[in-house]
């Protein structure tokens, strides 16, 4: 190389040109830019000579650049691609300039040269200057990609310019591709340890710092998240609606539902007088109960089931479909169905003056209160009043003339509470509520432990008793539910804590999980030998499975599952019934946080109920007005059952933390 030789070389990603100055050592040249910076040049560094031509000043360099500037038209080269894609034959720049320019001028040569070099559709480099016409076939495959490319940057551009708009507080309307990008976010806030790809880069455009607290607060700004979005139920796999094929479904079954296969053996009870009670704003109601006086003179209790099972088959649309969501999830903020709600709470519930098909159980006690005699039957029945657990109370306080039935339902109840307990039954009895969000607002509320609501957990257990017991005499796999014997502290010791929640909790911490299995076992703390949950087939797959069972059992049909079968099924559900579980435990966290941070500096009574780590002096405490339990961190003795007060000081209901104030004086912390 000469000195004087244009050169072009690349600096900082720029392509440059420079004139060849003075060699430097053996192999190294020195060359002067437009800028009159010099550059230590290796010949690998020079990617282009302009042949014919000397330069003695940096102005030649700006004076050529303008002179090649006019000719590069990256549009020209497919003219020149279409000439030689079917020759096999190599082209150079000074050949290209021919063919583009009809001369060979150092200017044309290096212009053609420059769209040799910048093009990435119709030619390949293949060596030195030596460039390669691409095929048909691969041109088109390279302008589909690089249509792709550009469409997806003006989206990208598009996308950035909406949550502008949005944020500076303008009306935008989201297109599919905005809604892809957001979820990109939405995954990161969901899962913050594996950042999505592009999220880097939509951030960084957005001028957001990438942390979960900042892209959370982005989408709130945005109108695309709520400030109380449950990141819980979004993190989960909750399907939380049904998709439209159920719910074209759903309306199929309303309109033409199938023929009942127990039509000819259900039996007639609409004689009965049933009622329902729940809630007040339950509307899947599931259950009833009668009294039926037996020309003997003996009494027959009648705890009625709602038969979803009658517009199902095993393994059909709807079965796979509650299968798969396993309970029927109540949130503060509203429930998400096991079913559509309009069957739910239509054909399958169990209405106030509806015929209705249920599986009925009737039990005849003797006079301790075991089940002597029982029977299943499926049945219609019409129930005659819907009551909640305040009209019972207030029936039974009243004794209403007429309504003779209900107190001898009571009668029986507390009958059965007390053969249990003989039976070895534990009661636990630990304050409970119900946190309700409705609107802007807030609610906690105890859950009063009266006669009513004991007179319907001692006939639903009556109920899955009773079930269990036709499961076992006739060897009916099903899921039976059974917890093991647990060893609870000596009597001595439980005499010294207090009376009420803190002996209660003593108790429980000794309790083991309940079990689910094919086969019958012991249920401990029910005082049962055998049990298996069938009152809640409309919320809960396990009773709906039950059902399958034993109503296919009543017919003398085949079951329809075997005990194999079964067992992948239950084993398949305890994912999914954790997962949920998981979801209402978490999202009542939530909003029991959120209550006490708008609860202000308000003083709570609370009750001491027991060390969860004494050489920690961490503990936990009940809020009884609230019924809710925190972890608290102590910096004093405190004694079981010691009733303290206690003040929020600091609450992040999204951090999930807590920090209480004694109202003493002296500082606790509550733990996330």
């Known amino acids: 190389m000469e000195k004087g030789t244009l050169v072009e070389f690349w600096h900082n990603g720029e392509r440059r040109l420079a004139i060849a100055d003075r060699p430097e050592g053996k192999k190294h040249w020195i060359a002067i830019d437009a800028r009159s910076q010099s550059h230590t040049l290796h010949p690998r560094d020079i990617t282009y000579e302009v042949a014919g031509i000397s330069c003695k000043q940096p102005a030649e360099i700006n004076k050529f650049t303008t002179e090649v500037a006019p000719n590069v038209d990256p549009d020209s080269l497919e003219v020149a691609w279409e000439m030689l894609v079917e020759d096999s034959e190599l082209v150079d720049p000074p050949a290209l300039a021919d063919l583009l320019y009809s001369d060979r001028t150092p200017v044309l040569c290096y212009a053609a040269h420059i769209l040799l070099s910048e093009d990435k559709i119709y030619f390949k480099n293949k060596k030195e200057d030596k460039y390669e016409a691409r095929s048909r076939t691969q041109v088109a495959e390279l302008k589909h990609q690089a249509s792709v490319k550009e469409q997806k940057e003006r989206e990208q551009q598009g996308f950035i310019a909406r949550i502008e708009q949005k944020l500076a507080g303008k009306a935008v309307e989201w297109q599919d591709t905005d809604k892809q990008r957001l979820e990109v976010l939405e995954k990161y806030v969901l899962n913050p340890d594996v950042p999505p790809q592009k999220l880097g880069e939509y951030l960084s455009a957005l001028n957001v710092s990438q942390t979960q607290p900042a892209v959370f607060s982005l989408l709130v700004e945005l109108g695309w998240w709520d400030i109380h979005e449950n990141i819980h139920l979004r993190r989960s796999q909750t399907p939380v609606h049904f998709s439209h094929k159920m719910q074209t479904v759903a309306h199929e079954l309303l309109t033409n539902p199938p023929v009942d296969l127990d039509a000819t053996r259900r039996r007639d009870l609409t004689h009965l007088k049933v009622y329902t009670i729940d809630d007040e704003s339950t509307q899947e109601i599931d259950d009833g109960l009668s009294v039926e006086t037996l020309p003997d003179g003996r009494q027959k209790l009648w705890i009625h089931i709602a038969d979803p099972t009658r517009l199902l088959s095993p393994d059909d649309e709807f079965d796979l479909e509650a299968r798969k969501r396993s309970v029927t999830i109540y949130l503060p903020t509203g429930m998400i169905p096991m079913f559509p709600p309009e069957l739910a709470t239509g054909p399958m519930s169990l209405r106030q003056g509806q015929k209705c098909c249920a599986l009925s159980f009737g039990v005849i006690l003797d006079e301790s209160g075991a089940a002597s005699e029982y029977e299943i039957t499926t049945s219609t029945i019409e129930p005659t009043y819907r009551l909640t657990y305040e009209d019972v109370e207030e029936m039974l306080q009243l004794r209403i003339p007429g309504e003779n039935e209900i107190e001898a339902i009571a009668k029986a109840a507390k009958l059965r509470n007390q053969w249990r307990l003989s039976q070895g039954s534990i009661n636990i009895n630990m304050p409970e509520s119900t946190v309700k969000v409705s609107g802007d607002k807030v609610s906690i509320d105890l859950i009063e432990d009266n006669r009513a609501r004991r007179l319907v957990a001692e006939m639903m257990i009556l109920a899955g008793e009773v079930a269990a017991k036709y499961g076992q005499d006739n060897s009916l796999p099903l899921p039976y539910r059974g917890q093991p014997q647990p060893e609870l502290p000596p009597e001595e010791e439980l005499i010294l ?27 401990a703390s029910l005082g049962l030998n055998t049990y298996s949950q069938v009152t809640s087939p409309i919320r809960r797959y396990t009773d709906l499975l039950s059902h399958f069972q034993i109503k296919a059992h009543l017919r003398g049909d085949e079951l329809p599952f075997t005990v194999e079968r079964l067992q992948e099924i239950m084993m398949g559900l305890g994912t999914s019934i954790y997962e949920a579980t998981m ?48 972890a608290m961190r102590f910096n004093r003795w405190v004694a079981l059952g010691e009733q303290i007060q206690v003040q929020v000081a600091l609450v992040d209901p999204r951090q999930d933390i807590i920090h209480l104030r004694e109202i003493s004086g002296q500082i606790v912390s509550s733990l996330a």
């Not at 804590?497 to 003593?506: E, K, T």
């Not at 009884?624 to 925190?630: H, K, T």
């Open 583 to 630: 979801v209402e435990r978490q999202t009542n966290r939530y909003w029991t946080l959120e209550y006490l941070n708008r609860s202000g500096d308000r003083e709570w009574d609370a009750l001491f109920l027991r060390w969860l780590r004494e050489d920690e002096s961490l503990a936990l405490i009940l809020i009884e007005e609230l019924g809710i339990e925190l």
């Open 497 to 523: 804590i207090p009376v009420g929640p803190a002996r209660s909790c003593a108790v429980r911490r000794c309790m083991p999980r309940s079990e689910m299995a094919t086969t019958p076992s012991r249920h």
